[in-house]
């Protein structure tokens, strides 16, 4: 354990291959929106959650809250439209 890299293979990996299929995140095409608030105090975050989950429904993605200077957060909402097959 000198922080030499190991020679042998990982154990974990099994077939010693590259993935060769496309995952379902690169077969969707998608028009992705970032939708951010103004910085919230912290009792405000859950109503501004509740507000996007009821506006966007089903389109949203992924939501992010971050801890800023002081006791602000922002909200941060990500959607996304699946394309047409």
């Known amino acids: 354990m000198n922080g030499s890299p190991r020679i042998e293979s990982c154990a974990n990996t099994g077939s010693e291959r590259t993935a060769t299929t496309t ?6 095409s998608a028009s992705r929106e970032v939708h951010a608030a103004e910085l919230l105090p912290l009792y405000l975050v859950p109503p501004t959650i509740a507000a996007n989950v009821k506006k ?9 809250v971050h801890r800023t200077k002081g006791h602000a957060y922002a909200v941060t909402v990500v959607t996304q439209e699946e394309a047409s097959a």
């Open 23 to 28: 995952s379902v995140s690169g077969v969707l």
């Open 56 to 64: 966007f429904g089903g389109a949203i993605s992924e939501i992010h």
